[in-house]
């Protein structure tokens, strides 16, 4: 039996059901990858240029990368079964991205080499020392680090740390063993490693199901150092891992990220220029305010002439009757 809605005190009744809550924003979507065909690969190489150098420097770029080594990504959708979740996958050659579970497999992180656990978890756990893994570490003398977050939002602020965290432990690992062998180097912009001796660093990144939080980190970490924007950085890990699912509010949260990193990068960048610019002896040529000049049309190249200027004169006729601003060393002192 249909409930008959009953009418307001007005004497009216609703058309469709309605809520007093704000209105929720537009979903976010992820579209598939443009691929011509179903076995084909994203391919994704670093590139400086889209770092943010005072992050990252060139050499250690290299080092994290092995010397900006290609990373390729198939759809895992055609072989993907459900027991599938339950296990890690390889997000970078360096980074993998599973459930909570697999932090305990000691087995199965001896045989991959995992040196370091990050666990993403809710606050709240960390009071009752859920997802501790410290014992295991301990046994397996990898080190172990933890992102406590209340919620989604929180994240933005634990993404920079997160993502240095990750990037210094790789430096380390591989600085600790430089230390013992003068072969390996940077030499010329390139890494030389004898591959027969060196164990390279690897981050296990999970939390409860390794779908939510612990997959918007490895999102966050491809943005900040391979450069990716947020849609590509969702596909590749969904192409890795084909059960993860980003929540709206998380995808939110990774596109103010995104445009963070930009704002970062550019700001950076322009100020590592004018260092290098001063450094170097060239001019630096600043100006606050355009020249009357600047303001009148003129193209030589469109065969501009005198008289053509002469009419864009009459833009500013009047205009010395009012000035809006006047420079204090103008101004007269009264």
Known sequence: MMDIPTPSRHGVFPAAPYSTRPPS????????PNLHHTNEHIAVVPNYEKVDPASLSADDLKIITQNYKEQLAKDSAANWTYESRRIAQPILDFVYLGPSSVARDREWLRKTGITMLLAARDAKMADIRLMATDRVAQELGIQSEYVDVSGYNELIRAFPSVVRTINN????VFRGQRINNANMQVEDGKMVIP??????GKVLVFCETGNDRSAGVVVAYLM???GLSMVEACQFVNFKRFCV???????????????????????????LSSITNQD????????????FADTVDQDEEMGETDDGMALDYDRFMGRRSFVPFVDVKNCPSG
Do not use: C, N, W
């Not at 924003?25 to 598939?32: E, K, L, Q």
């Not at 432990?169 to 380390?172: P, Q, Y």
């Not at 002896?281 to 600043?286: C, H, Q």
């Open 169 to 172: 432990h790789m430096l380390d």
């Open 25 to 32: 924003p537009p979903s976010i979507m992820i579209p598939a």
């Open 224 to 226: 900040s150092v391979f």
């Open 245 to 271: 699912s980003i929540a709206d509010d998380l995808k939110y949260v990774l596109q103010s990220y995104e445009g963070i990193l930009s704002a970062q990068r550019v700001v950076h960048q322009h100020e």
């Open 195 to 200: 591959q027969e001796k060196f164990q390279r």
């Open 280 to 291: 170097t002896g060239e001019s630096m040529k600043t100006r606050t305010k355009r020249r």
